[in-house]
């Protein structure tokens, strides 16, 4: 059973740093894109960072890129974002999914529980 277990968010002033983890386990770590998407009540689900931890690469929305940082420890199964300067605009419950898609309203196969991280001005 493919599992997917976020943590990490929190309550920040503008300009400050989050970094949020993701657990995976339950299928070949190698075998899909992992990353993040993050969703306001009432709108689209937004993707904006997946990796391909075959290979490292790396992918990001214009929304978040020079900001938001994603890795992965293969030997974790751990995917990582790292956030700085977060703005108010990036809060929002944070989704950790698979295969990872960057873009508007997809429908994710396998995604975590969320973790919501909030951005005061």
């Known amino acids: 059973e493919v599992q997917l277990a976020e943590s990490g968010g929190g309550s920040v002033q503008a300009g400050g740093s989050l970094r949020l983890s993701c657990a995976a386990s339950?299928?070949?770590?190698?075998?899909?894109?992992l990353g993040w998407f993050r969703q306001v009540p009432g709108k689209e689900r937004e993707g904006i960072s997946c990796i391909t931890t075959s290979d490292g690469g790396t992918y990001y929305a214009d929304s978040v890129k020079g900001r938001f940082t994603i890795s992965s420890d293969n030997a974790k199964n751990t995917v990582y974002l790292q956030m700085n300067n977060l703005k108010p605009e990036d809060t929002a419950v944070y989704y950790c999914?698979?295969?990872?898609?960057?873009?508007?309203?997809?429908?994710?196969?396998?995604r975590g529980q969320g973790t919501q991280v909030t951005v005061s001005s």
């Open positions: 999914a698979a295969p990872c898609l960057l873009g508007w309203g997809y429908e994710y196969p396998y």
């Open positions: 339950g299928f070949n770590f190698d075998l899909y894109a």
